[in-house]
């Protein structure tokens, strides 16, 4: 790449009066602008979004100054491309030696750790230094500790190359950071930021429940994993308010002064219930909400140095990350690993965590990639959005999606994360002065969703069902979390004021808790309504029409789209483990042929739920389309409804263990036209 005449003349002022630049009075908003945007400009990047690009499809986010840790604040520039972030650069005054100064290397660090990006630039323009960000930040950490490399202005002519070949916007789009980090990856002390929470939650789980078991003798073990599930849920909530400037910064690390510390965060608890509305929070009945509320957890004792141990290890300098710019999806794949082990409590009280026997026939739990789940949500989500109308009375708010194995929520993030963008993209190309109340203008002058447009959507169009409980809360959680992404406390207090709601909906009527494959007509039989009540609640049937009326009813029921990564179980483990399960679906889906896989019977639900047009799109093991046991998935897929496209991913490692995945596209109802595969 020929070094621009644009950077030669910026490099000769900058130098020119360079001893007035290094001055404090020389602040860090005039090199962004005067010199740093600039750079970054003959990189190839529209700083300014002179293009036009819709807010989701910017190259570059100017991050919106919030308070993190007191004195921090989000990072300068978030490079993106197609709306997935890319790295960080985090900017500062040249008065500040970047070459020997620990501070900006450890704050710059600590952000693209927690956002699981691998490499992010630090620079004053006189000095640009590249961090591998996949090292575990440390504050004892030196200024040198995981720079890769270093670069004094003065040199950007002649290493203009060098840097353009990893950072200019078509290197990056062809994946140069990619194959920089990789070439450059240092193996010592490398672990992701999703590894170090997941052993974090894990210790802290493991304590919980022997702390809440020796002290309330009374809970049963579904109770004590209950308890235990939203005691979590509820803290790291609570934490992520705060990094996220919406909650004062500090309120939970101020409980490790003093006793009585479980009676002080449960008055934490009443006040959210009172802000947001969550059923993370509901302790007493209500009129509009028809699910039960908690009335366990506040009769709980908990002792102080176990909950102390948890807010301790919440922040700096005992936490490395930050919960600001931790993505919620990421925290999707952590609780994904965590709800593949559940507490066991013995008869004498002994508490021990173990593995899901079907966790264990998998050999772990493995998350669905997001490129898989934008697949997935384009092919669905975006077909049906094709020609339609945003707002409270388009078609768009009829729309139902819904993924019947939900586990910790990532598809149904995905396809909300989908329906959040395309909303806000339609108002503004519409004219902002239009939807007062769906935009209003943030920090930056930027346009962004109002809560209540944001709860609208969620409680308009996103569904899911899983048979664990636990998963359930998460997935809950998960959406709550996205639904306050880029909020402050001053745009709640304004929202909420203006239009006198909580701040966040309550998801029990669209997320629920059952057995997608099996009905309540389980139970007929006279033999199996004389199961003992862990039965009954293992077995966990699920109406569907009386879970969701308002989709199955009028003239076309069911559901827009259906979407998933459903549960993979042979026929032999089933025939072992759940045999009233096996005999049940064996009579009741056409698709459970032969020996078949648990997966095939998905194939079937999926589209028994949709309504006449609705797509559907799984991830499933290739063998749908090759062995004897799916000849009936299949006989569904491509004779009684359309099969549209099916994608192979079977030479790609989506996961880390010999699975061979593909993604396939239906249409319910049968066609003249026949199935099409490309």
């Known amino acids: 790449m020929t070094t621009p005449d644009a950077l030669i003349d910026l490099v000769a002022r900058f130098d020119e009066i360079r001893d007035a630049y290094r001055s404090g009075r020389y602040n860090e908003t005039q090199v962004r602008r005067e010199f740093i945007d600039p750079l970054f400009g003959l990189l190839g990047w529209d700083i300014d979004n002179h293009s036009g690009a819709p807010e989701a499809y910017k190259d570059v986010v100017h991050e919106d100054a919030i308070k993190v840790g007191g004195a921090h604040k989000a990072p300068d520039y978030g490079f993106r491309v197609g709306g997935n972030r890319k790295f960080f650069v985090e900017a500062k005054k040249p008065s500040v030696n970047l070459m020997d100064d620990a501070k900006p290397a450890f704050q710059l660090r600590r952000y693209a750790w927690s956002a699981k990006l691998p490499l992010s630039i630090l620079t004053d323009f006189e000095e640009f230094a590249v961090y591998d960000c996949r090292i575990i930040p440390d504050q004892n950490d030196n200024a040198a500790t995981a720079r890769l490399n270093f670069v004094p202005y003065r040199d950007y002519p002649d290493r203009w190359d060098e840097i353009a070949a990893i950072f200019a916007k078509e290197a990056v789009l062809v994946g140069s950071l990619d194959a920089y980090a990789e070439a450059a990856r240092t193996k010592r002390g490398t672990a992701t930021v999703d590894a170090v929470i997941l052993r974090e939650i894990e210790a802290r789980r493991d304590a919980l429940a022997r702390d809440i078991a020796g002290r309330n003798d009374q809970l049963t073990r579904r109770e004590l994993n209950y308890a235990v599930q939203m005691t979590i849920d509820r803290i790291i909530f609570l934490r992520m308010t705060e990094d996220r400037g919406i909650e004062d910064y500090g309120r939970l690390q101020g409980l490790l002064n003093g006793g009585d510390v479980y009676a002080r965060l449960r008055k934490f608890y009443r006040q959210a219930d009172e802000r947001y509305n969550s059923g993370l929070f509901h302790f007493h009945q209500e009129r509009s909400r028809e699910e039960g509320y908690d009335n366990l957890t506040p009769r709980l004792e908990i002792g102080d140095d176990t909950l102390k141990g948890i807010f301790r290890n919440l ?287 998905f194939v079937d639900k999926s589209l028994g739920i949709c309504k006449l047009g609705g797509l559907t799109s799984l991830i499933v093991p290739n063998k749908l389309g090759s062995t004897n046991y799916a000849t009936g998935a299949r006989a569904v897929l491509t004779v009684d409804n359309r099969l549209l496209s099916v994608r192979d991913y079977s030479r790609v490692p989506v996961f880390p263990v010999a699975f061979y995945p593909i993604v396939y596209v239906a249409q319910r109802g049968k066609y003249k036209t026949p199935s099409f595969v490309n």
């Not at 021990?352 to 934008?374: L, S």
């Not at 943030?442 to 109002?450: F, S, V």
Request: charged fraction near 25%; aromatic fraction near 12%.
């Open 315 to 601: 922040y700096f300098p005992d936490s490395p990350y930050e919960f600001a710019v931790l993505p919620v999806e990421v925290l999707g794949q952590v609780y994904e690993q965590f709800l593949g082990k559940v507490i066991d409590l013995g008869p004498d009280r002994t508490v021990t965590i173990e593995e899901k026997p079907e966790v264990r026939k998998a050999g772990g739990v493995y998350y669905t990639p997001k490129y898989i789940v934008d697949y997935v949500v384009g092919q669905t989500v975006g077909k049906l959005l094709e020609g339609k109308r945003p707002g409270p009375r388009g078609a768009v708010s009829k729309l139902k999606i819904v993924d019947p194995a939900c586990g910790s929520g990532s598809f149904l993030i995905g396809a909300y994360e989908y329906l959040l963008d395309w909303h806000r993209d339609q108002y503004i190309a519409d004219g902002p002065a239009k939807h007062r109340k769906e935009l209003y203008q943030g920090l930056g002058g930027q346009w962004l969703l109002t809560t209540g447009e944001k709860k609208r959507i969620l409680l308009n169009n996103i569904y899911g069902v899983d048979i664990d409980p636990q998963a359930v809360e998460v997935t809950k959680l998960s959406l709550l979390l996205k639904v306050l992404e880029g909020e402050s406390s001053e745009s709640l207090i304004t929202q909420l004021s203006m239009f006198r709601e909580r701040a966040l909906p309550d998801l029990s009527d669209n997320i629920k808790c059952g057995n997608s494959l099996i009905g309540p007509d389980f139970y007929d039989n006279q033999q199996l309504s004389l199961m003992d009540d862990e039965e009954h609640y293992r077995v966990n049937a699920f109406d569907w029409y009386a879970a969701f009326p308002e989709v199955f009813s009028g003239e076309n029921p069911g559901f827009d789209g259906v979407i998933g990564n459903p549960p993979y179980v042979d026929s032999e483990w089933m025939t072992r483990y759940l045999p009233n399960d096996r005999i049940y679906c064996s009579s009741h889906y056409k698709a459970a042929s032969g020996n078949w896989d648990l997966f095939c019977v």
